[in-house]
C-alpha cells in the first residue's frame, strides 16, 4: 500500500518515517513536501492556498497514492472538500489524534506552533468532543517557536 504524506515543512518528515516504522511498516511511503504552504501562508486559508492544496492532493492520487494523510495542520479543512475530488482515502491528523484526546479525559492539553493551528484544533477537540457525546476543558498553548522561521 503506498501512503502519500504531504508536508509543509520538513521538520515533520522524520516523525512520520518513525511512525509509520512502528505502526505500519509494510506501507510504501511517500512524503511530498511544498514549503510554500507555510511561507504563503498568513494565518488563513485563501481560495489559492484551498485550491493549491486541493490540487496537490490529486496530484497524489494520480501518482498512485492509496491514501493521503496530510501533515500540515492549518491545511485540514481542506481534507474535508478534497475528499470530493479524488477517490482514495484522504486524511488529516485531527480524527484519530482529537477522538483519542477526547477518550483520555476532559482535561486536553493543546501545543500550537502557529495561531491558525491552534484555532483548528481547539474545533476539531470540541469536535470529536461532540461526537462521543463528552465534555472537554482545552488547554491552549501557542508555542511559536517549535518551527524555523519560514520567512
Do not use: W
Not at 511512525?19 to 513536501?33: K, M
Not at 481547539?122 to 491552549?140: N, T
Amino acid at each position: 500500500m503506498r501512503v502519500t504524506m504531504i508536508h509543509a515543512i520538513a521538520e515533520s518528515i522524520p516523525p512520520v518515517r518513525l511512525a509509520f516504522g512502528d505502526e505500519f511498516p509494510e506501507a510504501e511511503v511517500i512524503n511530498v513536501l511544498d514549503e510554500g504552504f507555510l511561507i504563503d501562508f498568513d494565518d488563513r486559508l485563501t481560495p489559492q492556498l484551498r485550491r493549491r492544496m486541493s490540487e496537490l492532493i490529486g496530484y497524489c492520487q494520480d501518482n498512485k497514492a492509496d491514501a493521503i494523510g496530510l501533515a500540515c495542520s492549518v491545511y485540514a479543512p481542506v481534507v474535508d472538500s478534497a475528499r470530493d475530488l479524488v477517490d482514495v482515502p484522504s486524511v488529516s491528523s485531527y480524527g484519530p489524534v482529537m477522538a483519542d484526546a477526547v477518550a483520555a479525559g476532559p482535561r486536553v492539553g493543546l501545543i500550537a506552533s502557529v495561531p491558525a493551528t491552534m484555532r483548528n484544533s481547539e474545533y476539531y477537540l470540541k469536535l470529536a468532543a461532540e461526537e462521543a457525546g463528552k465534555s472537554v476543558e482545552p488547554h491552549l498553548c501557542l508555542a511559536e517557536d517549535l518551527i524555523p522561521d519560514a520567512g
